[in-house]
């Protein structure tokens, strides 16, 4: 397998049967979500008795580290240095976005349990996928009984599906969810939008897969195979109004479905008579042949749609909707394709090994990896993780790729926010034994 493929094989996502949206009504926000405020104070979360191999997770917004410890034949997880209970195996440990609560499953004798802040659940066969919902009041897992799964919100239990469900998305207020259940060998299943207790589920659609939801919660999307006759065509739902979903045109197949970060544009490939196309709120553009990887990244205005094209051994960024549409030549490869709200895109790439940021088609300086560009809200930065002789830290970026600032380097560097303010950067860091919440300026 050549690097392209590898490339391709790592970005591409499963090709799903699906088609874009045509505007409508502006949709009635759901109740404001939690606070999204992240932690801008430095903090020393916990110290590590020795070093050791760990998995660790950051709350998101700061305040918390979590992490399984061997103790002997067990397990204990231990939340900022407060351990729990001990258990013979634990997984999936999560943590709600402040940091106040944390879950993960655990084998008691012959079942799985999720325990969730010290209180063990149900005991299953098997239990998978623990999630807070975005006020952290609620949590739900998918658990096995025997052959049927089920799923878990609090004290309440789903019906039945035949196989595992896919996805488990709390709306922006984190009074509702959205589910696919029983999907066939193929991914296709029923859409259901429901209340936290299941009380009143509505089946939004009978066959579909692949569901999304955009950054604000408001808003999903699926791919549906309820149109018959080998044709697909993406639905798309409110939480607050699923029972009046909205059908796009018709496909043979769609794949790299995404909203765009205004909540309600909407961007996907399209296959129709051997042609693709890049769809956006139901325009169509014919694409050039080649492999397209993404996932497709929408500008904040709306106007253009970057995916990545690899035609034979040569890759480029391609901008569709906009004059001239050829792209910028990636050497290798793009990954964390993004732009800002002045429209400059940026994302990381390879050469010969090394690694660097592109923004606008300008060239950042050479490291041994560089991941998960972001601007800074103001849109006169790029702020990215990068590797270097073994040392992990964060870089900061000017609009020509020019590094601006590299701040301290640690063991181990987690995501990256930005302070409420939009002067600072925020985020996790293994530093010797000590695991801490750093901030650090633009």
């Known amino acids: 397998m050549n690097r392209h493929s590898r490339t391709l094989a790592a970005a591409c996502g499963l090709w799903l ?19 999204a405020f992240v932690a801008d104070k430095p903090a020393l979360l916990a110290t590590l008795a020795a070093e050791a191999e760990r998995v660790f997770t950051f709350a998101e917004r700061g305040g918390a580290v979590a992490w399984a410890e061997p ?24 943590l709600s976005l ?35 919902s975005p006020d952290g009041a609620h949590l739900v897992y998918q658990a096995r009984d025997g052959e049927a799964w089920r799923l878990i919100i609090d004290a309440a239990s789903s019906e039945p599906s035949r196989t595992p469900f896919q996805g488990a998305e709390f709306s922006a207020d984190s009074r509702r969810i959205a589910f696919i259940a029983d999907a066939d060998e193929r991914g296709f299943g029923r859409l259901v939008v429901s209340d936290l207790a299941f009380k009143a589920p509505l089946v939004v659609d009978g066959k579909a897969s692949g569901l999304v939801v955009n950054a604000e919660r408001t808003r999903g999307a699926v791919a549906s195979a309820s149109g018959g006759a080998g044709l697909a065509e993406v639905v798309t739902f409110g939480f607050v109004q699923p029972a009046e979903p909205r059908r796009g045109p018709k496909f043979e197949a769609v794949s790299q479905l995404a909203f765009g970060p205004d909540g309600r544009t909407l961007a996907y490939l399209g296959e129709r008579g051997g042609q693709s196309f890049m769809v956006l709120d139901g325009k169509e553009e014919v694409l050039p042949p080649g492999q397209y990887f993404g996932p497709p990244a929408i500008r904040p205005d709306g106007k253009a749609v970057g995916i990545f094209l690899l035609e034979g051994e040569a890759v480029r960024l391609h901008q569709a909707f906009l004059p001239g549409g050829a ?15 002045g429209g400059a895109s940026a994302y990381s790439t390879n050469r010969d090994e090394k690694y660097y940021i592109v923004v606008d088609g300008k060239e950042g300086p050479a490291f041994d990896r560089v991941v998960s560009p972001r601007f800074s809200p103001d849109g006169r930065f ?37 302070t409420a303010d939009g002067r600072a950067v925020a985020y996790g860091v293994k530093d010797g034994l000590r695991l801490r919440w750093v901030v650090e300026p633009l």
């Open 327 to 341: 792209g910028q030549v990636a050497p290798a490869g793009g990954e964390g394709l993004t732009y800002s709200s």
């Open 71 to 94: 103790e002997g034949g067990s397990y204990r997880v231990v939340q900022n240095g407060r351990a729990g209970k001990p258990y013979a195996a634990v997984e999936q440990v999560v």
């Open 17 to 35: 049967s699906l088609s874009g949206c045509r505007c409508g009504k502006p949709e009635q926000a759901v109740g404001a979500p939690a606070a």
């Open 382 to 418: 790029v702020v990215y993780r990068a590797r270097l002789a073994g040392k992990r830290f964060v870089v900061v970026s000017d609009l020509a790729g020019k590094t601006v600032r590299q701040h301290p380097s640690y063991e181990q560097v987690f995501p990256v926010q930005f």
């Open 98 to 132: 402040d940091g106040r609560r944390c879950a993960y499953a655990a084998r008691v004798d012959a079942t799985w349990r999720v325990v969730a802040d010290g209180v063990e659940g149900k005991g299953y066969s098997e239990v998978q996928r623990p999630v807070f």
